[in-house]
């Protein structure tokens, strides 16, 4: 299912809608939502169109200074490299523009092996090694529906709790 959300940019608009938006997300969890009022530059080195071999995608885009990175499909032991390889792609990006946040959307996402979780764990190494003046943010965004997705998010975020939030 995709929603597409179109607000105006006056700060009643804002401020009525955004309870609104937050509602469609919760009662719609895996619904692709797009807000047509802002344009999100589409970053094709993050862009991975799913492979039939190692069955991982993945979507990029930077909006307002974050970088999103939707995971799609699989996350399988063939896909470890692929991953490690966005994820460092990511991590370049996000340091280059400046991010606030790398917003990371799992609700895509049906399974991922011990292996890319490993890389997952290794790129949030990276990211708090990074000095705090340029360090951003790592956001997940789990699919409620996934029951595997919320106990390995907790365990990334008290590996890298200064930097790791999860949401629905």
């Given at each position: ?9 006056q700060i009643g608009d804002v ?66 490299a692929a991953l490690a390889e ?83």
């Amino acid at each position: 299912m995709r929603i597409l959300l179109v607000r105006l940019r006056q700060i009643g608009d804002v401020v009525f809608t955004t309870p609104a938006i937050r509602a469609i997300r919760r009662r719609f969890p895996v619904a692709s939502t797009f807000d047509g009022s802002a344009a999100a530059e589409e970053l094709p080195r993050l862009t991975l169109k799913i492979d039939p071999q190692t069955r991982l995608g993945a979507r990029g885009r930077w909006l307002g200074g974050t970088l999103g990175l939707r995971l799609l499909g699989f996350g399988e032991d063939l896909g470890k490299a692929a991953l490690a390889e966005l994820l460092a792609t990511a991590h370049e990006q996000a340091l280059a523009r400046g991010a606030e946040a790398v917003e990371v959307d799992l609700r895509e996402l049906k399974f991922l092996s011990a292996a890319c979780f490993r890389v997952l764990v290794g790129w949030l190494a990276r990211v708090v090694e990074v000095p705090e003046e340029r360090r951003y943010r790592v956001r997940f965004v789990e699919n409620p529906f996934a029951r595997w997705q919320q106990p390995s998010l907790n365990a990334l975020a008290a590996f890298a709790p200064s930097i790791v939030e999860t949401a629905t």
